[in-house]
């Protein structure tokens, strides 16, 4: 059974720093995953997405230059790093497991996700 656990978030100021972590169990192969982001009101947007060696990422415009992404294939888990924060970065945040194919930061093609984590930038 797959598992998706992200943890990480919290609340900072703009300017600040934050780091998610997403762990996914279950698999017995490296996968793809990714993250997404939902403000209230709008719609799950793509954040950044990364594969298997961790070499290749697609950030999303809106993070460029801000947000980083990485891994550790031993524990199946990606980090998102998030610097220069803003008040726009705030929204629940979702880790996806189990790339289909297709864009990349589209969460239609993500099979598995986890329940979210709250990040909240204070002006």
């Known amino acids: 059974q797959v598992h998706v656990v992200e943890s990480g978030g919290g609340s900072v100021q703009a300017g600040g720093s934050l780091r998610l972590s997403c762990a996914a169990s279950?698999?017995?192969?490296?996968?793809?995953m990714a993250w997404f982001r939902q403000a209230p009101g709008k719609e799950r947007e793509g954040v950044a997405f990364?594969?298997?060696?961790?070499?290749?990422?697609t950030i999303a415009d809106s993070v460029q230059g801000r947000f980083t992404l990485s891994r550790d294939n031993a524990k199946n888990t990606v980090y998102l790093q998030m610097n220069s924060l803003k008040p726009e970065d705030t929204a629940m945040y979702y880790c996806?497991?189990?790339?289909?194919?297709?864009?990349?930061?589209?969460?239609?093609?993500?099979?598995?996700w986890g329940q979210g984590t709250q990040v909240t930038v204070s002006s």
């Open positions: 996806a497991a189990h790339y289909t194919g297709g864009s990349s930061l589209d969460p239609r093609n993500f099979r598995y």
């Open positions: 990364i594969g298997v060696a961790g070499s290749t990422t």
């Open positions: 279950g698999y017995t192969k490296i996968i793809c």
